[in-house]
Nanobody, 130 residues
Framework: QVQLAESGGGSVQAGGSLRLTCATPGLSFNIGVVYCVAWFRQTPGKEREGVAVISGGNARSYADSVKGRFTISQDNTNNTLSLQMNGLKPEDSGMYYC?????????????????????WGQGTQVTVSS
């Protein structure tokens, strides 16, 4: 059973930074190669949206709204997935989730679809005040 656990959320002022981490205990290989790994976020009343994705081990993709500000990375030694968020804006607020799915789901469109992922963490809240 794959379990994911996010941490690192919190409250910051606009322009600040946060680093989210997703632990993947029990996975002992390059998660970005075997899986499609991603960060999603969701606010009340809105659909869950993809923020950043690692596919094929090295290929990184970002939503237009976070390009140049967010960086997704993986640490194969500790089997963790991270999201460094700089220049935070109030519209970045929401519950952030890490997700893993089969690598064949990491198509150019599939990687942004929640249905392409079958493992999810419980989420960590990010609040950015203006």
């Amino acid at each position: 059973q794959v379990q994911l656990a996010e941490s690192g959320g919190g409250s910051v002022q606009a322009g600040g930074s946060l680093r989210l981490t997703c632990a993947t205990p029990g996975l002992s290989f390059n998660i970005g190669v075997v899986y499609c790994v991603a960060w999603f976020r969701q606010t009340p009343g809105k659909e869950r949206e993809g923020v950043a994705v690692i596919s094929g081990g090295n290929a990184r993709s970002y939503a237009d709204s976070v390009k140049g500000r967010f960086t997704i990375s993986q640490d194969n030694t500790n089997n963790t997935l991270s999201l460094q968020m700089n220049g935070l804006k109030p519209e970045d607020s929401g519950m952030y989730y890490c997700a893993l799915g089969p690598v064949f789901g990491c198509t150019s469109t599939g990687r942004w679809q929640p249905m392409s992922y079958n493992y999810w963490g419980q989420g960590t809240q990010v609040t950015v005040s203006s």
